[in-house]
């Protein structure tokens, strides 16, 4: 099948599964009363799912990938080559998902890596678009130990959107606000029910439901955490359990260096920054309903008022 067909299928299959997901989180929700534009809604759609990937695909493809595939020659360890395309696709998905469970553990016990991993554990409201959270060093880091041994090893070219389709498919599905019992398959599949308590800010789950695609992983090595009920429907039940960014860039440079984002406010060209995009949001309003421009639907993002602990501030002050 030539190739800009597939991804025809894929893009098409995967514009059916966002409208089926979202119509399930409305009429089966795990929490009740999750607005569709939740806090951090933008940020997540606009630079983490469209922004960020999409420059991302260009640096790990043409960037990372493309130079080690043309300076090597490969074809001596190419044993995929003549697999039949599902093979290779199942091949590709339990390694990597194993790979990613590993990694992701990894991630949750080692301060360094932590920092690069903290962005998708920021969400107090998590839903089928909460996946896409991730610091873009997690993704190239991620993305290019996937894709490359695809390319490398010699599978069929259409290895590649398949195995992107599933991962986004699987991602929101274990993301999504929606009540889902798999009964005994929940050892196999992974599935919010397991997945959700991994964003919840306890203690017990830190070290807990690291699986991605397949719970086996979790089940096998001892890290599954499953109460048989809900974290709660609190904020301080879900995300981090210490201020964080919710800027794009801030997020990120809280990886580097700690911060208090309000205390930067007292910047002025931070706080032209800093509500520059609310600004726009209010002004793509006013332009498009005309009869509410004197009312934009959209709030300032919200400002810490509450003073951190000596233990939080010792926390990510360090
Ligand atoms: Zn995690
Ligand atoms: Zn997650």
């Known amino acids: 099948m030539p190739q800009d067909k597939l991804l025809a299928i894929t893009t098409t299959i995967l514009v059916c599964w966002v409208i089926f997901i979202i119509a399930w989180e409305r009429i089966s929700p795990y929490r009740k009363g999750l607005a569709f534009f939740r806090e951090g809604f933008w940020v997540d759609l606009v630079w983490y799912t469209l922004i960020q990937s999409y420059f991302l695909k260009i640096l790990i493809f043409d960037y990372l990938i493309a130079p080690v595939q043309h300076h090597f ?168 359990g210490y201020h964080y960014p919710k800027d794009y860039f801030l997020q990120h440079a809280f990886s580097l260096k700690r911060f208090h984002e309000p205390d930067l406010l007292k910047y002025p060209w931070f706080k032209r920054y800093y509500y520059l995009r609310p600004a726009l949001l209010s002004a793509f309003l006013r332009i498009f309903w005309k009869k509410n421009s004197s009312k934009p639907n959209v709030q300032q993002p919200e400002i810490y008022n509450t003073p951190l602990t000596s233990h939080q501030q010792k926390e990510i002050l360090q």
């Open 73 to 240: 020659n490969w074809s001596a360890i190419q044993f995929v080559k003549d697999w039949p395309i599902a093979v290779q696709v199942l091949f590709f998905v339990v390694t990597h998902d194993l790979y990613i469970y590993l990694f992701h553990r990894f991630q949750h016990s080692n301060k360094t890596f932590w920092r690069i991993h903290e962005a998708h554990h920021s969400g107090k409201e998590v839903d089928f678009l909460s996946g896409s959270r991730s610091h873009a060093i997690e993704i190239i880091i991620n993305q290019t130990i996937e894709f490359a041994p695809i390319i490398l090893l010699g599978a069929d070219p259409a290895v590649i959107p398949i195995k992107a389709l599933l991962d986004a498919m699987f991602g929101m599905f274990i993301h999504a606000n929606v009540k889902v019992k798999l009964g005994k398959f929940k050892y196999f599949l992974n599935s919010p029910e397991l997945h959700l308590w991994h964003h919840a800010n306890y203690q017990e789950v830190f070290h807990a439901n690291f699986s991605t695609k397949f719970a086996v992983w979790d089940h096998l090595f001892g890290t599954a955490y499953d109460p048989g009920h809900a974290p709660g429907n609190k904020p301080e039940n879900w995300g981090l």
